[in-house]
Each structure stands twice: as structure tokens, then as C-alpha cells.
């Protein structure tokens, strides 16, 4: 099915521990998003890409990677997840500049 | 200083009625405006666009943008318990050039519609 899918949907997890939610898209967006969730702090902005191989903070990095190897593919890795990182976590995609978001489902990560 | 504010709610309107949502918005240079619509447990979905002063229609709802006055607002005529979300205004802070688009949304306004 076309759009914008994230994987996965939920996930529990420990301090300390790798975590790598994956988005895909099939609308062939140059740019993609990812952003978190929470209450009191609406959306924040962790990272994006304009096309692959080209990624570049956003507001709230720290603990974050990514990688974009592949126009439909937007990984995100938490390298060692902290209990402040428990979130909803939204991936986006754009066909231009902007700024016109379609997100996919979110993923919800619990960190204990 | 918040970026973008809205506030947070939450707003109630009986059904029928008309719904206003504001946001306003710091950077004189923000280019682009957006209103999401967001219902519990689901993603941010695009509602309404906005890129020059004066009022956009569609449908039964109206954004209206004034960037003399740096606000941004969101009429919902007509509204309906189906409205019942929350209304996230987002604003491209650095339009153009190398900022990919980037948004940075306010804190979503609580919208209840009661039968």
C-alpha cells in the first residue's frame, strides 16, 4: 500500500539498550522527518533529510541517529535509550519545501 | 519565548457552532503556515494551508493568516462532535534555502464539539 509506515507500532524497552524504529515511504518524498511527542512539549523536531545520504539535526538530537541510505527509508536509533526518551515517536515526509507533512502512525516507545 | 503559541484549551462549542482556533508566531520571516488536526491516539493529519495574508476557504473551515500582526487562525463552521481533536498550527520558520522545510508546531488546542 502507498504512504508512510512506521515499525514498530509499539515497543518496551531498557535503559541502556539499542532501539532502531524504521520508516518507510513509497511516495518517492525528497524529505523526511522525524520528530517526538510529548506532553507539555508538543512536536519537536529530532532530525531530517533532504534525499539520501543527506540528514541533519533538528531541535532535540542528543541520543539520536540516523541514517538515509535510501530515498523511501528514514531509520531512527536510539544507541543507548534513557527513560526520557519514553515518547510517541512520528516520522513525516514532504515533497517540498514547504513544509506539507504526511506522518505515518507513530511509534509509541516506552523506555523502563 | 514560544515560537509558535496557541492556546492550549480546551475549547468547547456546541455542535453547529462556529469553532476559532489562534496561533501566533515570533519570526517575521515565517513563510508557510499550517493547521494539522490531530484526534487521540492517531498522527498529525494536514487540514489547511496558508501562505499569503487574507483568508483560504475550504469546505467548512477557513485559515486565515495576518502577518502584520503575526497570528494565524483556524474557523471551523458548522462544527460537528466528528471535530472533537486537537488543532496543531505549525509554522515554517526558515522558509526557503536550506531549511528543508522544516516546521516547528505549537502545543495543539483542544477542540471538544458537544451534541
Known amino acids: 500500500d502507498a504512504g508512510i509506515t512506521q515499525s514498530p507500532r509499539y515497543k518496551i524497552t531498557e535503559t541502556g539498550r539499542q532501539v532502531t524504529l524504521m520508516c518507510h515511504q513509497t511516495w518517492s518524498h525528497s524529505y523526511m522527518f522525524w520528530y517526538r511527542q510529548d506532553l507539555g512539549h508538543g512536536l519537536r523536531l529530532i532530525y531530517y533529510?533532504?534525499?539520501?545520504?543527506?540528514?541533519d539535526k533538528g531541535e532535540v538530537p542528543d541520543g539520536y541517529v540516523v541514517s538515509r541510505s535510501k530515498t523511501e527509508n528514514f531509520p531512527l536509533t536510539l544507541e543507548s535509550a534513557t527513560r526520557s526518551q519514553t515518547s510517541v515517536y512520528f516520522c513525516a515526509s514532504s515533497r517540498s519545501l514547504r513544509g506539507e507533512l504526511f506522518f505515518g502512525e507513530g511509534s509509541r516507545l516506552t523506555v523502563l | 519565548q514560544k515560537e509558535v503559541e496557541q492556546n492550549s484549551g480546551p475549547l468547547s462549542v456546541p455542535e453547529g457552532a462556529i469553532a476559532s482556533l489562534n496561533c501566533t508566531y515570533s519570526d517575521r520571516g515565517s513563510q508557510s503556515f499550517f493547521w494539522y488536526r490531530q484526534y487521540s491516539g492517531k498522527s498529525p493529519e494536514l487540514i489547511m494551508s496558508i501562505y499569503s495574508n487574507g483568508d483560504k476557504e475550504d469546505g467548512r473551515f477557513t485559515a486565515q493568516l495576518n502577518k502584520a500582526s503575526q497570528y494565524v487562525s483556524l474557523l471551523i463552521r458548522d462544527s460537528q462532535p466528528s471535530d472533537s481533536a486537537t488543532y496543531l498550527c505549525a509554522v515554517n520558520i526558515e522558509g526557503g534555502g536550506t531549511s528543508y522545510g522544516k516546521l516547528t508546531f505549537g502545543q495543539g488546542t483542544i477542540l471538544t464539539v458537544h451534541p
Open positions: 533529510s533532504a534525499a539520501a545520504d543527506i540528514t
